[in-house]
Nanobody, 126 residues
Framework: QVQLVESGGGLVQAGGSLRLSCTASGGTFSRYTMGWFRQAPGKEREFISAINWSSTSTYYADSVKDRFTISRDNAKNTVYLKMNSLKPEDTAVYYC???????????????????WGQGTQVTVSS
């Protein structure tokens, strides 16, 4: 059973930056895809970014492309999401996930219920 723990969320003014981290433990996850989803109050969960184990393939939703950067450090079992030029509409709970399939069109194999982190709140003020 893989355990995922996110950190790095918080309060930031519009135009600012944050870096989220997600560290995995407890499973054979070194070659797994990892990525990020977010959910704003009253809205559906949105798939925003993913990266494969070798960092040779990435995905970004149009809403975050050119502002967010995903990366991973397999030696540390950690995936990062660097968020620049934050906007109030980026306010959401950000969830790390693993063990899912993705392509340039989005995800095609959803994370299982146990393959999510607990979420970290990002609040962007105007």
């Amino acid at each position: 059973q893989v355990q995922l723990v996110e950190s790095g969320g918080g309060l930031v003014q519009a135009g600012g930056s944050l870096r989220l981290s997600c560290t995995a433990s407890g499973g054979t996850f070194s070659r797994y895809t990892m990525g990020w989803f977010r959910q704003a109050p009253g809205k559906e969960r949105e798939f925003i970014s993913a990266i494969n184990w070798s960092s040779t393939s990435t995905y970004y939703a149009d809403s975050v492309k050119d502002r967010f950067t995903i990366s991973r450090d397999n030696a540390k079992n950690t995936v990062y999401l660097k968020m620049n030029s934050l906007k109030p509409e980026d306010t959401a709970v950000y969830y790390c996930a693993t063990r899912f399939g993705f392509s340039s069109h989005g995800y095609y194999s959803a994370p299982a219920p146990d393959d999510w982190g607990q979420g970290t709140q990002v609040t962007v003020s105007s």
